[in-house]
């Protein structure tokens, strides 16, 4: 059975929101430290499966863009983890050169970066 662990940025606003939804979401112990190394620490103990990360853009970078590094860092050492990253922005294959700037099929909020747009 392929374990989902499910993200919400939404969740993950400030640092402490961040290491709250972790805890619930992967089912950390109550010794888990709230930060990062203990975090990888204990997902190292997880049954590897695949992390979907919702709304993105929504999640505080100062604490999101360190976990994403640690995420994509844990499916690289083991092959048996997978993170995707989805940021509510639109996935256009018919942008002229993958540039949404210069395609017409977007609204202009539609139009930048998602991860450029996180709050501080």
Request: proline share 7%; glycine share 10%; aromatic share 10%.
């Amino acid at each position: 059975m392929i374990r989902i662990y499910v993200l919400d940025g939404k969740m993950m606003g400030s640092r402490e929101d961040l290491h709250a939804h972790l805890y619930m979401q992967f089912g950390l112990p109550e010794y888990y430290g709230k930060n990062l190394d203990a975090f990888w620490d204990c997902i190292n103990e997880k049954e590897p499966g695949y992390i979907m990360i919702q709304n993105a853009e929504h999640a505080g970078k100062r604490s999101f863009l360190p976990l994403l590094g640690l995420l994509f860092d844990l499916a690289e050492r083991n092959p048996a983890w997978h993170v995707t990253v989805e940021t509510g922005k639109p996935d256009c294959e018919s942008c002229p050169g993958g540039n949404c700037e210069e395609c017409s099929n977007h609204p202009e909020s539609e139009v930048s970066g998602a991860l450029e747009e996180l709050p501080e």
